[in-house]
């Protein structure tokens, strides 16, 4: 894994800086980002991201950190890396301390399409969280998506409100 080595090194060599606004997460995530078009490095990059969610799923301080980068990638990315936390450490404690969704989301005025595209990626997630194993997971999930729907209800309460102004 000659690409991931760099990537690597940074993650490893920078574990104070634990916010997302901290260079080592914008250097991260910037790699990722940039170039994703190219097979080959997409390829290497999905490889780099469920290499360091294994090599830190027990190290609850570095997973969130690593999640707080792959939320702003692609929903493949996302999917990727909770599935390999899953695989790799099923304790709750560690899931429900990582994002599972974007602060803020692109897509032009219609934000209550941004918010059903964060519900039908989190719904994608349920077969992955079959079981009594899975309980609590299930429920962090439901309780995200609950959020997302009273969302789009207030969203479409407000642009009601904003039509009858004009």
């Known amino acids: 894994m000659e690409y991931g080595y760099s990537n690597d090194f940074l993650f490893d060599h920078f574990p104070e800086i634990d916010t997302p606004s901290g260079n080592m997460c914008f250097r991260l995530k910037n790699t990722?980002?940039?170039?994703?078009?190219?097979?080959?490095?997409?390829?290497?990059?999905?490889?780099?991201?469920?290499?360091?969610v294994c090599k830190n799923a027990f190290l609850p301080n570095r997973i969130v950190i690593i999640f707080e980068i792959?939320?702003?990638?692609?929903?493949?990315?996302?999917?990727?890396?909770?599935?390999?936390?899953?695989?790799?450490?099923?304790?709750?404690?560690?899931?429900?301390?990582?994002?599972?969704?974007?602060?803020?989301?692109?897509g032009g005025r219609d934000i209550a399409q941004a918010y059903q595209n964060q519900i039908d990626f989190l719904e994608s997630l349920y077969p992955e969280v079959n079981g009594l194993k899975y309980l609590e997971h299930k429920k962090k999930i439901e309780s995200v998506i609950n959020f997302f729907k009273n969302a789009i209800k207030q969203e479409r309460i407000n642009e009601i409100k904003d039509d009858a102004l004009w």
């Open 32 to 52: 990722l980002i940039s170039c994703n078009d190219e097979e080959i490095i997409d390829s290497r990059q999905k490889e780099w991201v469920k290499h360091i």
């Open 70 to 106: 792959v939320v702003e990638l692609d929903d493949e990315y996302r999917r990727e890396a909770i599935i390999t936390l899953l695989k790799t450490n099923a304790d709750f404690k560690v899931f429900d301390k990582i994002r599972l969704c974007p602060y803020s989301y692109s």
